[in-house]
């Protein structure tokens, strides 16, 4: 599968950035070689995807959150985070003192299961979506596949890695991507072998990845501001999306595919409709955006930052609520699949499990539990 030689030139994308504000604007072609457009190599979206005017906020569940479980899952930084498919089990890495996986019960806050994952950080985590395998990327340039129900290991692919930061697998279950120091690296999950290795023009260091729900295009971000889009079965390079002015952090994918959200070193969430190449500032983070999670309802979204969890109306572009964190800097944040419940991992590492709820409720804390080995 070779890779077209296409040069992408960088357009600066501005728009005026206020406190608590967020912005429209259109950004310019996505490659100036001679492909099409990525809104023309995907299915038009329904529309309208982005209003020329925000819409009033409307009532949303999250608006009024409390705290189910507050949880010390790991005696440092939690830097990964994955709920399983099924919703049954909530994954989280932690750090080089405590370099452990714990499974979750979510609902009722419990540990299941703790894995004697890596020598060093566990900085990535995904389940496949038949909820049987889970892998793990770290620090130590290791790459674990595990069995989701007794926490065996499977496989351990070692010399053809550099430090993994993120992890992401098809939605056929089949191939599983990691985006790490050395590019990017494709893993066929049945045969637990490389598939084959890739650096990204101008990205060889890759913090993020995301494959759509369709299956169709793979998103990567990295240290040169820039988002990369591939066709992910054809392995076709489609351009690249310039726009933030820092390192990108975290790429999440709306469940229609239509819509990818980026955050970044620079402060700011971008909101990317790939179909007609519209896209939405969102401002209000006072530090490094590290993570972003879309709620199922496509139309929520949660970011977390050293300034606590902000959740926000992807439609609108309005701030919903923000979440003030007792802790310093919460690292990873994560949606369950059915939308019910909003996980938070943090530098201290503390797990916090959240509800999103209708009743004119304050924010509540749940019961401290103790992770322990």
């Known amino acids: ?31 100036q070689a001679n492909i099409n457009t990525i809104a023309q190599k995907l299915p038009p979206p329904p529309n309208p995807e982005f209003p020329d005017v925000p819409l009033p906020n409307t009532e949303s569940t999250w608006q009024r959150v409390r705290l189910l479980h507050n949880i010390k899952a790991h005696w440092g930084p939690i830097y990964a985070l994955t709920f399983s498919p099924d919703g049954k089990y909530l994954a989280s890495g932690g750090t080089d003192i405590d370099t452990k996986i714990r499974l979750w019960n979510p609902i009722k806050g419990n540990k299941i299961r703790t894995i004697s994952a890596h020598s060093n950080r566990v900085l990535a985590l995904a389940i496949t979506p038949d909820n049987l395998t889970i892998a793990s990327g770290s620090e130590d340039a290791t790459l674990n596949i595990w069995s989701l129900k007794n926490g065996k290991l499977s496989r351990s692919l070692t010399h053809e890695f550099s430090n993994i930061l993120s992890l992401a697998i098809t939605p056929d279950g089949q191939t599983l991507v990691s985006g790490g120091l050395d590019g990017i690296k494709l893993i066929d999950l049945k045969t637990e072998r490389l598939l084959y290795n890739r ?93 972003v999670s879309v709620h199922s309802d496509g139309r929520t979204l949660a970011s977390a930052g050293r300034d606590g969890v902000r959740i926000w ?37 503390k797990l916090k499990i959240w509800e999103g709820i209708n009743q004119n409720f304050p924010v509540e804390v749940g019961q401290k539990k103790a992770g322990g080995n």
Do not use: E
Request: proline share 6%; charged share 10%.
């Open 1 to 31: 599968m070779k890779i077209p030689n296409i040069v992408s030139k960088i357009f600066p994308v501005g728009c005026a950035v206020l406190a608590s504000l967020s912005c429209y604007t259109i950004f310019p072609n996505i490659s």
């Open 199 to 291: 650096v990204p023009l101008s990205q060889p260091i890759v913090y993020a990845v995301a494959i759509s729900p369709n299956g169709q295009i793979l998103a990567t971000g990295g240290r040169d501001t820039t988002i990369q889009l591939w066709n992910i079965q054809t392995s076709q390079f489609l351009g690249s999306i310039p726009g933030h002015r820092g390192a990108i952090t975290s790429l999440a994918f709306s469940p229609d595919s239509n819509i990818l959200v980026s955050s970044s070193y620079d402060h700011t969430i971008k909101v990317w409709n790939l179909a007609n190449r519209q896209s939405l500032t969102l401002v209000g983070h006072q530090n490094i955006v590290n993570s």
């Open 313 to 349: 109306d992807l439609q609108s572009g309005q701030q919903i609520r923000s979440i003030m964190i007792d802790t310093d800097w919460v690292q990873t944040v994560a949606f369950s699949p059915d939308g019910n419940f909003l996980a938070t991992g943090a530098f201290d590492g």
